[in-house]
């Protein structure tokens, strides 16, 4: 159960409709995989630790560039040429003393991604790349652990929560990457914040079930029109099918 | 009938424009909605859509009403809708 520190620490949060002592303690037990601390990434692992979960496992291989500074809200400028990871874990320990934070200085593939699903029960895919998502959405389909897949470009943003059984995985929704794709994005550190806002709201659903979460839809966000709409995803794909 | 399209993420850049509106005066397929759609166009809509074998492409999110569409060649557009074409977009 939640210390006299935590019932003090959380009490704002255990008045939300839904949100008891329970969900809480449920979150203080978990562990989330946060796949690359970037805009979007290091915006999900910081309102996760503010919620108090109880561990939080970062993949993100290399070292802090000047150009990450403009989004990358884990990092500080004290920091460059340092692995991001490093930077990360400080500003989520400094911020939240009794949280666990593990850290990996490699990205997410299909050779360690058993592995960093390790007793998780819940991962967020945030990486700039389809093949750490695929390899991420292979390995959560695998051993049935929920996937919050958050993306962003320019002024949009979408927030897919997948499991297994019960939704369409992102192998069913894009089954491979667009044609004409280009590796950097335009990107404003609010639009990944809001976005990872989201996908995070999504996953403390999906742990504590406190509200439902949005099992089956494709949460869509125009930050340029201020809206948001689900699109309701139906495919299922030969990747789901092998895994169910 | 009145029908809207959205250009979603990367597509959108690529050809400059958000969205389209069309008159169509009787039901359509889909596909030959979209295959229209890209006529007179620039070619990049269509490499979107369409790979170099005409097939529609597995890289492309279409929803129709926020629905997702899974058959192209199912679908009949009879009435008033907006179609949303989303490629893939992983920026994080």
């Known amino acids: 159960m939640l210390s006299n520190k935590d019932k003090e620490t959380y009490s704002w949060q255990l008045d939300l409709p839904g949100f008891s002592i329970n969900e809480q303690a449920i979150l203080r037990k978990s562990t989330a995989l946060v796949s690359r601390v970037g805009g979007m990434g290091g915006a999900v692992a910081l309102s996760l630790a503010a919620a108090g979960i109880g561990k939080i496992i970062l993949a ?38 009794d949280i666990d934070v593990i850290t990996h200085n490699e990205n997410i593939n299909v050779d360690n991604v058993d592995d960093l699903l390790s007793d998780v029960d819940i991962a967020f895919g945030c ?12 390995g959560c389909l695998k051993k049935g652990i929920p996937l919050i897949d958050c993306s962003m470009y320019a002024m949009e943003g ?18 491979e990457p667009p044609i004409h794709w280009k590796r950097k994005f335009p990107v404003l550190a609010a639009v990944s914040s809001l976005v990872a806002q989201i996908g995070t709201i999504e996953g403390i659903k999906a ?10 839809s494709m ?15 139906h495919a299922v794909c030969s990747e789901c099918s092998t895994n169910n | 009938m009145n029908i809207k399209i959205h250009y979603r993420g990367q597509l ?10 069309i008159t169509i005066a009787s039901p359509i397929s889909l596909i030959d909605l979209l295959t229209n759609l890209t006529k007179g166009k620039d070619t990049t809509l269509n490499d979107f859509i369409f790979d170099e074998n005409n097939n529609f492409r597995n890289s492309l999110l279409i929803a129709v009403d926020n629905n997702q569409v899974i058959d192209l060649s199912a679908i009949t557009i009879d009435k ?3 179609i949303t074409l989303f490629p893939p977009i992983a920026g994080g």
């Not at chain 1, 949460?219 to 995803?233: G, H, P, R, V, W």
């Open chain 1, 60 to 97: 993100h291989q290399g070292n802090l560039r000047q150009d990450d500074l403009n989004r990358q809200i884990l990092m500080s400028g004290h920091s460059l040429n340092k692995p991001r990871v490093d930077s990360a874990y400080k500003t989520l320990k400094n911020f939240n003393h």
């Open chain 1, 127 to 138: 990486a700039p790349l389809f093949k750490e998502r695929f390899a991420l959405n292979g």
């Open chain 1, 158 to 175: 979408r927030v897919i929560p997948i499991l297994i059984n019960q939704t369409p995985c992102l192998k069913c929704i894009y089954n």
């Open chain 1, 207 to 216: 742990l504590t079930n406190f509200s439902k979460p949005s099992y089956g």
């Open chain 1, 219 to 233: 949460i869509y966000i125009d930050a340029a029109q201020y809206k948001i709409e689900k699109i309701n995803l």
């Open chain 2, 12 to 21: 959108a850049n690529h050809i400059d424009s958000t969205t389209d509106e």
């Open chain 2, 80 to 82: 008033d809708c907006e």
